[in-house]
């Protein structure tokens, strides 16, 4: 199995994150407009772009600690008994946001791809912290011209 992670330090709480990561009003402002049913733990989450995309399910909430997710559903394939999870960690001013996206079967180039797109919607999740202003899908920054 291949994980996906990064880190990212953003200047503000651990609460603030975990908002970000646990409503549909926060999810919404950083990875893609289109997210509904965030919740507690069992609760299934719909992230579309353009009509599309994944669905997880809520696996473990620690407040202001830990959110993780388990991928449902085949679309996209690839990520089909994948995991996320987002660790959080206040050190100083700061919150560092370790992301992991895990249980990938092999190293691809969907992956690859997947991978610069989380670093993009990490920035834009620590822009809309620090700034008020994230980049979520539609507007986010795109990263080939397929």
Not at 6 to 30: D, F, M
Not at 38 to 49: E, H, L, P, Y
Request: charged share 20%.
């Amino acid at each position: 199995m291949v994980d996906i992670t990064h880190r990212v330090g953003i200047k503000t709480s651990p609460e603030k994150v975990y908002q970000a990561l646990t409503t549909n009003e926060g999810l919404a402002k950083w990875w893609t407009h289109d997210t509904t049913g965030a919740g507690g733990v069992g609760s299934i989450i719909n992230f579309r772009f353009n009509g599309g995309g994944p669905d997880f399910t809520v696996i473990k909430l620690v407040p202001n600690k830990t959110v993780c997710w388990q991928h449902l559903g085949n679309v996209p394939e690839s990520w089909v008994g994948t995991e996320i999870s987002f660790h959080l960690e206040a050190k100083g001013e700061q919150t560092f946001v370790r992301f992991i996206h895990s249980n990938w079967e092999e190293a691809t180039e969907f992956m690859a791809h997947c991978n610069t797109k989380w670093a993009v919607f990490l920035l834009s999740l620590k822009d809309m912290l620090e700034t008020g202003q994230g980049k979520p899908f539609p507007n986010d920054i795109q990263i080939d011209h397929s």
